[in-house]
């Protein structure tokens, strides 16, 4: 005789919070799908299969748990759910064992497929400043060896090296190679004996390359697996006390939500970033509230956006009057927040003008980002009936194109063959499109 499933009540429970039909559920579970490469068919029949006890399947019980902690706007457990706790990464792992599995896992070729369906949450629990500060695992001495300061200075320079390949060539062949220098030399000097100025700044190097290394997962669309990348920037910012990388970071994350189109999340990322840099100096505060004006716009509160936008702007005038830092915050990003925060609010006349004005900017070993934005600058272009404009502007950014290995700049010019193929008749329109498919671009799905 079969045995009696039980009705999942906690599922049931979380539907009727959601104010959801079982058709709506599937609905939602269909397109995070979609989302991740593994699209899926269910119907109403299945949710209703689901609350009788039926148990769905792995990918479907993570797709369920993200829909709803969207639909809430807070994080949604298993347990809440009815569901097992996943077995795979199930023990809590501390800090450093935990970036051993993400980077041993990020390096295995076989893996990729299943890091890469990984969802980007918008549930995904931050922890706040007083949480992480000065808390890692205490490792016993052993046998583990000493370190000093010129290991610091070798993760240091590597950070530079891999940072410095990634924005000229993008980050699809540089990502590997941090993934494994952090589980064969980093893991190794986190565990290692040491003074204690010496362990957080070691600490603290490692939460950059973090950092770096979960940004340049966000360039490759990888964005589930970049958020474990940043949680982990996270904790090791806050257990050296480095307030620079860990607002840094949220502000990254803002940014990988804000360009998904999660406005009200990044909104809150931003914000996170800005409340927990109280000392932050003027190219700092600019780099922040030009986030906030980007998020804040995105939500439609044009009132604040502008707000920030000023701000951003003075900050900038005051960083820019002690002293240039290359490699940080610069003109060139201001614009390109100014030029996001008005094509959000519906000019995209000005936009297409912020963005021409940080093109010019931008320094040239900043390759990858040229190629992306150029392609952004092309499609706003085109977007106010500026065809051929928009044809030379493609150009250029095909011009740097071969050269560059990135995920987002091959979206940009898969977007720039799909707008085009309606103005195929045009001829300079058509010199474009044969010249994208010489360099292998297609039409984007």
């Known amino acids: ?24 559920l599937a609905t939602a579970v269909n397109r995070i799908g979609t989302e991740v490469g593994r699209p899926s068919k269910y119907e109403q029949s299945a949710v209703s299969h689901w609350l009788k006890g039926t148990m769905p399947r792995v990918e479907a019980r993570a797709a369920i748990i993200e829909a709803l902690s969207r639909r809430l706007f807070r994080p949604v457990t298993y347990a809440e759910a009815g569901f097992p706790t996943p077995e795979a990464n199930g023990s809590p792992l501390g800090t450093v064992e935990g970036l051993v599995d993400l980077g041993r896992q990020d390096m295995d070729p076989s893996r990729r497929s299943v890091l890469g369906a990984a969802l980007f949450s918008v549930a995904l629990t931050i922890p706040d400043w007083p949480d992480v500060v000065g808390r890692i695992e205490a490792h016993a001495a052993g046998q583990a060896p000493r370190i000093g300061m010129g290991e610091v200075r070798v993760v240091q320079e590597m950070t530079e090296r891999v940072s410095e390949l990634d924005d000229q060539f993008g980050g699809r062949h540089a990502r590997p190679m941090a993934a494994a220098f952090l589980v064969n030399t980093v893991a190794g000097y986190l565990k290692a004996q040491a003074p204690d100025a010496v362990r957080k700044a070691m600490m603290s190097a490692a939460s950059d390359l973090c950092y770096l290394t979960g940004y340049m997962a966000v ?6 697996l970049a958020q474990r990348y940043y949680l982990k920037a996270l904790e090791l910012a806050g257990a050296s006390e480095d307030h620079l990388t860990y607002c840094t970071t949220l502000r990254g994350m803002s940014v ?28 700092m505060r600019a780099f922040l509230a ?32 002690r002293a240039k830092a290359f490699g940080s915050y610069d ?48 499609e706003r272009q085109l977007a106010i009936g500026h065809l051929e404009a928009a044809c030379d502007t493609w150009n250029e950014a095909l011009d740097e194109y071969p050269l560059v290995q990135s995920g987002r700049c091959d979206e940009r010019m898969r977007e720039m063959a799909t707008l085009l193929t309606r ?18 671009v297609s039409v984007a799905a």
Do not use: C, F
């Open 1 to 24: 005789m079969a045995q009696q499933k039980t009705p999942n009540v906690g599922l049931a429970r979380l539907l009727r919070e959601a104010a959801w039909s079982e058709t709506q």
């Open 423 to 440: 103005y195929s008749s045009n001829s300079q329109a058509k010199a474009v499109l044969e010249r994208a498919s010489s360099l292998g």
């Open 219 to 224: 360039d490759e669309g990888l964005h589930g």
């Open 331 to 378: 003109p060139s990003s201001l614009m390109y927040h100014l030029a996001q925060v008005q094509h959000e609010l519906g000019d995209d006349i000005g936009a297409v003008k912020a963005m021409q004005e940080s093109n010019k900017l931008r320094h040239s070993v900043y390759r990858r980002a040229k190629v992306r934005h150029l392609g952004l600058t092309a």
């Open 290 to 321: 030009g986030q906030q004006a980007h998020a804040a716009a995105q939500i439609g509160d044009r009132i604040q956006a502008l707000r920030y936008m000023k701000e951003a702007e003075k900050a900038m005038e005051v960083a820019e009057s």
């Open 256 to 283: 990988q939500a804000v360009d998904l189109g999660h406005g009200a999340h990044a909104m809150r990322l931003a914000d996170a970033a800005a409340s927990a840099s109280p000392q932050a100096g003027p190219r």
